[in-house]
């Protein structure tokens, strides 16, 4: 029943910026901030998406939900000291000769700045105490809420509303391990090591755990700080359009891209290139994935809307129902309002309601392996908008998405293609005399009688099946007692 209960509470806390909101009151985006912060680190991670789209939710609440961001209030230094004894197994003044008050402090954990023994300076970021407690009740509360919606409404299974809160949970997961990390930004660095824009900080595995990460100090300038970028010499309309292509190279290229890009996570070194840092959220996206994503903003760009819905049925995004010239035509209703506009003049709150209502039309599942992705994009573009209130999206998305269709789409990438082909059938080739003796052998015995196993052989396979299945048996039971009692619970809960 705690889920249940957590679920009103979160119902209560938030109707009272429901109301001012409703109202039009300037302390709203307070309100909601202080009601964000309340409820815990789950709903905190929403208020730090919506803190970068002042174009949805206005600039007053924006700038009200930034300080979810970075600048939540800190636990006490003692406690990271004990933690970090602890994780490291040697007392903090054994690992830095320096160990400074806490500079930033989130949701999930919060960042000393340091310096080792050696010399280095450096970020050291603890986990905040009985987070992982606080983060699995917020997620078993969304796990009912998913399943109630889903039970009652259509329209929650088709977003899948279990399947995502199933993706955000196995993020969580993984920021809640800071091993884990220290592993994304170690491959988020080799990865894009050779990006002239674009920098990630090394990571100092000698002090690093599962609850304490030690990376490289970044000197540099915070990217909502426009002004102060500008008084440096660094062009914010530059530094935006960096930004956006950086997160479109990173998904395209790599299939893997940072997933948590909100202003306290991004500055600016003294040489103008972009620096993230936080790496507990990351995104991945296999390559056919990200050839929808690809071939998706280049049809747009070149309003090819036919091209736009033929992906989208490779994909089975689109139940088959639908005919594709009608969906095409449906993709059109939405690309055509936004060319040929200033940036000012597009509502961004508009565009993704008609592509909301778009999805619904043609019964389209959410796809909860995009949600990251989605998810980062908005946030991007809110942060460049930040930088630059006329910045275009889409032509800053242009290059990076006509390159990745030349380098993977065009005549080179088929050829390519082709021969890694002709070296698989050379291999084949190659296995064949043996696949054919196998064939022959299999066929006399089956003509003999049968295949005969060695009774050794079929004793240790029949034991082996026994132990598959004895684990199968018992979470069917489990499952169907499960089952029950979720029915004897919801049952109770409803009456």
Not at 234 to 253: E, M, N
Not at 405 to 421: H, M, T, Y
Not at 454 to 463: N, Q, S, V, Y
């Amino acid at each position: 029943m705690g889920s249940l209960f957590r679920l009103i509470h979160a119902a209560f806390v938030l109707l009272g910026p429901a109301l001012a909101f409703r109202a039009g009151k300037p302390e709203a985006g307070r309100k909601l901030a202080q009601a964000l912060e309340k409820l815990g680190p789950a709903y905190i991670k929403l208020g730090q998406m919506l803190a970068t789209r002042p174009d949805i939710v206005g600039a007053s609440v924006a700038i009200a939900l930034e300080h979810l961001q970075d600048r939540l209030p800190p636990f006490p230094e003692a406690q990271a000291r004990a933690a970090i004894a602890t994780s490291l197994g040697r007392p903090v003044d054994a690992l830095f000769t320096q160990f400074g008050p806490a500079v930033a402090a989130a949701s999930i954990a919060q960042v000393h700045h340091g310096r080792t023994t050696e010399g280095a300076d450096v970020a050291i970021k603890v986990l905040r105490p009985g987070i992982e407690g606080r983060f699995a009740r917020d997620l078993a509360a969304l796990e009912l809420f998913a399943r109630l919606a889903e039970s009652l409404s259509p329209e929650a299974r088709r977003l899948r509303f279990i399947a995502i809160k199933e993706t955000l949970a196995a993020s969580v997961a993984l920021e809640l391990d800071l091993r884990m990390e220290a592993a994304g930004a170690s491959e988020l660095y080799e990865r894009t090591k050779a990006d002239a824009d674009f920098r990630v900080p090394h990571v100092d595995w000698s002090r690093t755990a599962a609850r304490v990460l030690t990376t490289e100090w970044i000197d540099g300038i915070s990217i909502r700080d426009p002004a102060a970028l500008a008084a440096a010499g660094h062009d914010p309309k530059k530094i935006a359009l960096i930004l956006v292509r950086s997160f479109l190279t990173q998904a395209l290229r790599d299939g893997f891209f940072h997933a948590d890009m909100h202003p306290g996570n991004l500055f600016v070194d003294a040489e103008g290139r972009l620096v993230a840092v936080d790496f507990g959220i990351m995104g991945r996206l296999e390559p056919p994935l990200r050839r929808f994503m690809a071939a998706t903003l280049a049809g747009f760009l070149h309003r090819d809307y036919r091209k736009v819905a033929e992906v989208h049925y490779e994909m089975a995004f689109v139940p088959p129902q639908h005919p594709i010239e009608t969906f095409a035509q449906a993709l059109r209703a939405v690309g055509e309002p936004i060319f040929g506009k200033s940036a000012r003049d597009i509502s961004i709150a508009q565009l993704l309601g008609q592509l909301f209502e778009t999805t619904r039309r043609f019964d389209m599942p959410a796809q909860p392996q995009l949600v990251l992705l989605q998810k980062t994009m908005v946030v991007v573009e809110g942060v460049a908008r930040g930088l630059d209130p006329d910045f275009d999206i889409w032509e800053a998305a242009r290059p990076v998405a006509e390159r990745w269709v030349s380098d993977n789409l065009g005549p080179e990438a088929r050829l390519a293609s082709a021969a890694k082909g002709f070296s698989a059938l050379g291999k084949l080739a190659e296995d064949l005399p043996q696949l054919v003796k196998n064939a022959e052998d299999l066929s006399r015995m089956v003509a003999e009688g049968g295949v005969r196993l060695h009774p050794d052989t079929a004793a240790l396979i029949a034991a082996e099946q026994e132990r598959r299945a004895r684990p199968g048996r018992i979470g069917t039971v489990l499952m169907l007692g499960l089952v029950f009692f979720l029915l004897l619970y919801l049952g109770r809960a409803y009456l």
